[in-house]
């Protein structure tokens, strides 16, 4: 019985070493290693595709995400609204501008951020909301939209896990303030290393994010404020430009893994993530809630299925954010969640005989 692995980038590499390998090296044949033509031609493309006006490559996503805050503003004294079943890079945009992060609950049948409680957490210092489209599934977009405009402060749309997902039949980054994009190498639309993106349709703001993110610089040598080092390089540009032709077709495949799942999988002791009529998911994870997750993994280690726990301690709870005095019970649905939830194997290079067995395995599976 061989083993299953959770995600495995290298059979992707193998179908597509050719393609990989002449975009490497175009770059270096050009020489355009840092920003330059290949990371322009990306953000074009890119822009295009998610059906934004304007975007800037980025060095990675958590940069998209603090250069998008610092550029609309966010600053110490701010509090930002993030939810608490996420990433914790979801929240350094916040931190980063020395803004205070305020987490909020997750429902507990999407596992999104639970619109209904939003209100409630915002004070005067309130300034943004971080909305995540988390494993692939868009959140509630117009529910959280209403409430942002109604107290008037920005709403911003982490995107690192949903490129192509749509809401409501459009793509996500640029349905309100600002998107941010990770590249990393395991997302749906993957780098070789670290890349990112920010959309938006204020030109306005990308413009001054590309400045932020080249030594706050708008004329070379110039600098106009304090500024980072943070632009897309051209070789992941030109991977990436190379690999999104083939994005439509890889979230295709994921759909279909996902619906073998979920007409396959009958077990009662596996919950899978709900699907609200808005949410096209590109299905970047397939996270499932088992009642005793440790006997669920023992027995997948025991079947040679891979799996992974996105995430294992919710945002409230983590060291890092001690400080801010949360305490267990404060946020119940993500404390539940993380203690509880696993994703099965879910990339575009599985195959049917292996979905099949996870499948088989799962609804095998009886409580020790
Ligand atoms: C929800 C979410 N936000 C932000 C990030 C940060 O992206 P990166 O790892 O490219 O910095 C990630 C990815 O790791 C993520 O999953």
Redesign the pocket.
Known sequence: MSYIEFMDLRRQYQTHKEGIQKALSKVCEDAAFSGGKYAEQFEKEFAAYQGARFATGV???????HLAMRALGITAGDEVIVPAN?????A?GAVYTNAKPVFVDCANDTWQIDVSLVESAITEKTKAVIG???YGQPFDVDALKSITDKYKLFLIE????AHGAEYKGKRLGALADAG?????P??NLGAYG???MTLSNSEELIKHINALKNHGSYIRYYHDEVGYNNRLDGIQAAILSYKLQFLNAWTERRGEIAKMYFSGITNKHIIMQKQPGFASSCF?LFVIETPDRNDFTTYLNDNKIGYGI?YPVPCHLQKAFAHLGYKPGDLPVSEYHSTHCLSLPMFPELTNEEVERVIDVCNKYRRS
């Open positions: 060095s990675n996503g958590t940069d998209a995400l996420t990433f914790i890079a979801s350094w995540v489209h988390l982490d995107c690192a896990q941010s994009f990770s590249f990393y395991g997302k670290e890349a990112g970047h996105h």
